[in-house]
């Protein structure tokens, strides 16, 4: 983690907690179901606003609420925010979408060898529908995560990786081998997004107990059941009413531990832009 300053640091979840409003009041209007989760989540239970150090805010709409949401923020807010997702944005190399502030850029160091124009920015998550059976949401789950790690790499030869040593060298050469073939072969961007958005919907038209965003660290870390998230609560983020599952607390203990006591700084994470431009602050 590279820390900002206070001032710089305030202003941009200043701006962010303006995305999350006007957010919640089209969820608000035409009657789509979101929930806040991850470091959020956290948030909103530790501190009852942002982490201290935290400089994004991640929500999920189920599918069908999610692709509505997106047509609904291009049509009312066209003139004050961008869309950002692999459908509609050649070079952006991940599967959620980010509703971005027109006139401002945020390019986190991870992502800047994607060349993609991008802003400060709402994190928005489409969770799909699983198998009920395990075995069948575990080879959904492998081939989600699979091609959105393709994705990554036909535009990312060096991505993060959660490993150290000489594991991290040797998975790093052979991520930079795979990039250079996905180019060299002028694999589409395109093809495979589809690919992996293809096997998240596989269940989508059967009705199932769990719903997951299959394409983060973990394919399995932000998976939840209805019948257990289900309903909604609201919790208080920065002096607003942010909805979240209902078994929050359970979940961010499975995928966190103990995250009511303060990570060391060393454990600390956010995603200190490569670039960061205020502009003029819609």
């Known amino acids: 983690m590279r820390e900002y300053d206070e001032a710089t640091l ?21 009657d789509l179901t979101y929930f806040a ?5 956290i948030g909103a239970l530790r501190h009852q606003g942002f982490i201290p150090w935290d400089d994004d805010i991640d929500v999920g709409l189920p599918r069908k609420d999610y692709e509505k949401l997106i047509e609904i923020f291009k049509e009312k807010f066209r003139d004050k925010y961008q869309i950002a997702n ?40 489409a969770y799909d ?49 795979i990039h ?13 997004y589809m690919k992996c958005k293809n096997a998240s919907c596989k269940y989508n038209d059967v009705e199932t107990e769990r719903l ?5 660290t973990s394919p399995y870390i932000n998976m939840i059941n209805r019948k257990k998230s289900f309903p909604l609560i609201e919790l208080e983020f920065e002096g607003i009413k942010v909805a979240f599952q209902k078994d929050i607390d359970e979940s961010l203990r499975l995928a966190y531990g103990d995250y ?8 600390r994470k956010n995603h200190f832009p490569y670039c960061l431009e205020f502009g003029d602050e819609v």
């Open 10 to 30: 305030k202003r941009l979840q200043k701006l962010e907690l303006g995305i999350l409003k006007d957010f919640i009041a089209v969820c608000k209007e035409y």
């Open 37 to 41: 989760f991850a470091g959020t989540g």
């Open 86 to 125: 692999a459908e509609c944005m050649p070079n952006y190399p991940l599967m959620t979408t980010r509703i971005m502030i027109k006139g401002t850029k945020f390019v986190e160091e991870a992502i800047k060898d994607a060349n993609c124009d991008l802003g400060i920015f709402l994190d928005v998550y």
């Open 129 to 177: 529908n699983v198998s009920d059976d395990d075995k069948e949401m575990k080879k959904q789950a492998r081939i989600t995560w699979f091609w959105s790690k393709v994705l990554i790499l036909r535009f990312i030869p060096k991505p993060v990786l959660p490993f150290t040593g000489v594991t991290k060298e040797i998975i790093s050469l052979v991520c930079v081998m």
């Open 180 to 192: 250079a073939m996905l180019v060299m072969f002028r694999i589409s961007p395109k093809w495979i």
């Open 212 to 216: 997951a965003y299959l394409c983060d």
């Open 260 to 267: 009511m006591t303060l990570p060391p700084i060393e454990k």
